[in-house]
């Protein structure tokens, strides 16, 4: 089957667009509170992060191509169109519900695994075993979301170059995987309604589909298919997820989230500045997991204790903050309220030096974590670990009225340390198109 053999990818300097483009964008996400607490059922705190990933879309003028680039997964590789859409794209969709049951809304309605099946099965006989395992899932993301978004729609799909870009170390705890779905996910969606009028966009057969075509931004309800789509294509990269990455990465601002609920969305109006810093020691998740684990398992009594003080600090710290957005809601610039925002973020700065050290009990800190800690103690600002620990990030919240030129030395001081330093917000806008 030649027609099926995945090569390498052409340089996009060559690639001429002949019609459709967008590119559309959504944030990473951290964990401000709750961190492995969250395991056992404590309140977590997560909130979108101002390091995006963008992904464009764009009809090119390569006969029977598509193109799929992720430079920072050093990913190029062009597909055959013709037997993608041969093999997968117009072959059989393996649905739990009948065809007349589902379109483009219900992503749930994908028999999941079966789907996968059928992707390795192509991926194989386009010789991509090359391919790394981020690369592999990166790859499988893409051709899951195209198979399953366009099966049910009545469009044809042109020769097109996908191409990923992001700002979030990939694999880090930031997000990536969730940032990239949902953009490819929004992306695909407004690739769709390009190629329509107002109308039932439903192949015959399946259950009809109607929308009002808006290239440059999202409706409520294409958030939510947004969302639930990244979501299944979540389950490629972390089989089991929460809900909570894709939930930020779509609608942005802050969530709070507890295991078994659905993550519920904050109305949160002020971005927060933050340090975001890298210890550039390796994270092991599942080894950190299982260790709290079985010190769970060993001291149960204790380990709960301060299970149960994390999920007060995550409480308190949820109070502040939304006593902070509705006193910038107000938009009051008196003295007496300027002074009520810097009493928030002592506050929101001593839970955060409280968190790191129940997390620290629980044996997940790490040497280069505790440093980052002390030296930005010696500035006056909090540091905690964010993620699963042992490594990864850690963050401190910036209060608004902090000194500017402290701020350069202790940036300049972790740098030379040799600790990489981001200075961003938190709890942002969630995905968009950037442009169209």
Known sequence: MADCVGTQGVSPNNLKQTGFSIIVSAPGKIILHGEHSVVYGRLAIAASLGLRTRVTIAEIDAPDSLILQFSNLNLNKTYSLKAFKEHLLNSHLPLTNP??????????????????????????????????????????????????????????????????????????????????????????????????????????????????????????????????????????????????????????????????????????TCPFKVLLINTKVPRETKRLVSQVAKMHDKYPDLVNNILNAMEDVAFIALQNIVALSEIEAIGDTTLQHRNEIDKIFENLGQ????????????????????????????????????????????????????????????IKLLERKGFGVACTVLGGEGVKVESV
């Open 99 to 268: 065809p007349s049951e589902f379109n483009w809304e219900l992503p749930d309605i994908v028999h999941h695994e079966s789907l996968l099946d059928k992707i390795d099965n192509f991926l194989n006989t386009n010789e991509s075993t090359d391919l790394s395992a981020c690369q592999a899932a990166a790859v499988k993301c893409i051709f899951f979301l195209l198979v399953g978004i366009l099966s049910s729609v009545d469009i044809e799909l042109d020769s097109v170059v996908i191409d990923v870009s992001t700002q979030l170390d990939v694999g880090a705890g930031t997000g990536s995987s969730a940032s990239y779905v949902v953009s490819l996910s929004a992306a695909l969606l407004q690739y769709v309604k390009s190629k329509r009028e107002c109308g039932n966009f439903a192949k015959p057969g399946f259950k009809p589909s109607s929308w009002h075509v808006d290239l440059t931004t999202f409706s409520k309800k294409e958030l939510e298919m947004i969302c639930s789509w990244a979501y299944c294509a979540e389950k490629i990269v972390h089989l089991t997820p929460s809900g909570l990455d894709n939930t930020i990465c779509t609608y942005g601002s802050m969530v709070e989230f507890r295991k078994g609920l659905s993550p519920k969305l904050l109305d949160i």
């Open 351 to 410: 839970l955060s030096s409280m968190n790191h050290n129940l997390l620290s009990a629980l044996g997940v800190s790490h040497s280069k974590l505790d440093e980052v800690v002390h030296l930005l103690a010696e500035y006056g600002l909090h540091g905690k670990l964010t993620g699963a620990g042992g490594g990864g990030y850690a963050i401190a919240l910036v209060p608004p009225r902090f000194d500017h030129r402290a701020l350069d030395e202790v």
